[in-house]
T-cell receptor, first 113, second 111 residues
Framework: GENVEQHPSTLSVQEGDSAVIKCTYSDSASNYFPWYKQELGKRPQLIIDIRSNVGEKKDQRIAVTLNKTAKHFSLHITETQPEDSAVYFC????????????FGTGTRLLVSP | DVKVTQSSRYLVKRTGEKVFLECVQDMDHENMFWYRQDPGLGLRLIYFSYDVKMKEKGDIPEGYSVSREKKERFSLILESASTNQTSMYLCARTDPPYGYTFGSGTRLTVV
C-alpha cells in the first residue's frame, strides 16, 4: 500500500521567513496530494491540494510543488506569520480507490514574531 | 457549510468497556473514514465505508469495528477498550473535489 514520509517533524522560523515541508510517497499510481493545517485543539483543514497532472499550484502565500518522477511533493509558505503556526500534514491518495488518503506524520511549524 | 459532527468531544472509559464513537455527516456522500491521531504518528486509518452496510479495513483495524446502517452515520466501536486505544479519533467524509472534511474529533482516554 501507499506510504507517505514527511520531513521535518518540527520547523521553527522567524516571522517573514519562508518555510518548506517535504513529503515523499511510494505508490506511483497516487494522483491526489492535499495538505492540511491543524491548529491547536482544532480539526485538520484543507489548505491546498494538487493533482498529478499539475506540477505546481499557488494560493497567495502558499504553494505546492509535485515531482512525479521522484515521487515527492512540497509545501512552501512565504512571508510566514505567527498565525501560520500549526501542525501541517501532507497526504496522498493511493491506487485503491474510494478516495482513501494516507497521511504523513506531520510537521509542527512555529513562527516566532 | 459542510458539517461532520462527532457526538462527543471528550470521553473517559474504563478498560474492558465497549465504546461507541458516533459520526454524522449532513450530506449524501458515500465515503466516510475513521482515523486515529497520535503524536509523531500522524493520522492512521482504522476503517472506512463507501456505502451503507459496506466497510473496509484500514491500516490499523485491530480492536475496532464499525457500523454504517444509514448513509449519514458512521460509528466506530471499541469492542473492549484498552489503554493503548487512548487517542484522538477523527471522523471524515470526502468532499469532492476538495479532499476531506473532518469532524472536530473525540479525545478518548481509557483508564
Amino acid at each position: 500500500g501507499e506510504n507517505v514520509e514527511q520531513h521535518p517533524s518540527t520547523l521553527s522560523v522567524q516571522e517573514g521567513d519562508s518555510a518548506v515541508i517535504k513529503c515523499t510517497y511510494s505508490d506511483s499510481a497516487s494522483n491526489y496530494f492535499p495538505w492540511y493545517k491543524q491548529e491547536l485543539g482544532k480539526r485538520p483543514q484543507l489548505i491546498i491540494d494538487i493533482r498529478s497532472n499539475v506540477g505546481e499550484k499557488k494560493d497567495q502565500r502558499i504553494a505546492v510543488t509535485l515531482n512525479k518522477t521522484a515521487k515527492h511533493f512540497s509545501l512552501h509558505i512565504t512571508e510566514t506569520q505567527p498565525e501560520d503556526s500549526a501542525v501541517y500534514f501532507c497526504a496522498a491518495s493511493g491506487s485503491t480507490g474510494f478516495q482513501k488518503l494516507v497521511f504523513g506524520t506531520g510537521t509542527r511549524l512555529l513562527v516566532s514574531p | 457549510d459542510v458539517k461532520v459532527t462527532q457526538s462527543s468531544r471528550y470521553l473517559v472509559k474504563r478498560t474492558g468497556e465497549k465504546v461507541f464513537l458516533e459520526c454524522v455527516q449532513d450530506m449524501d456522500h458515500e465515503n466516510m473514514f475513521w482515523y486515529r491521531q497520535d503524536p509523531g504518528l500522524g493520522l492512521r486509518l482504522i476503517y472506512f465505508s463507501y456505502d451503507v452496510k459496506m466497510k473496509e479495513k484500514g491500516d490499523i483495524p485491530e480492536g475496532y469495528s464499525v457500523s454504517r446502517e444509514k448513509k449519514e452515520r458512521f460509528s466506530l466501536i471499541l469492542e473492549s477498550a484498552s489503554t493503548n486505544q487512548t487517542s484522538m479519533y477523527l471522523c471524515a467524509r470526502t468532499d469532492p473535489p476538495y479532499g476531506y472534511t473532518f469532524g472536530s474529533g473525540t479525545r478518548l482516554t481509557v483508564v
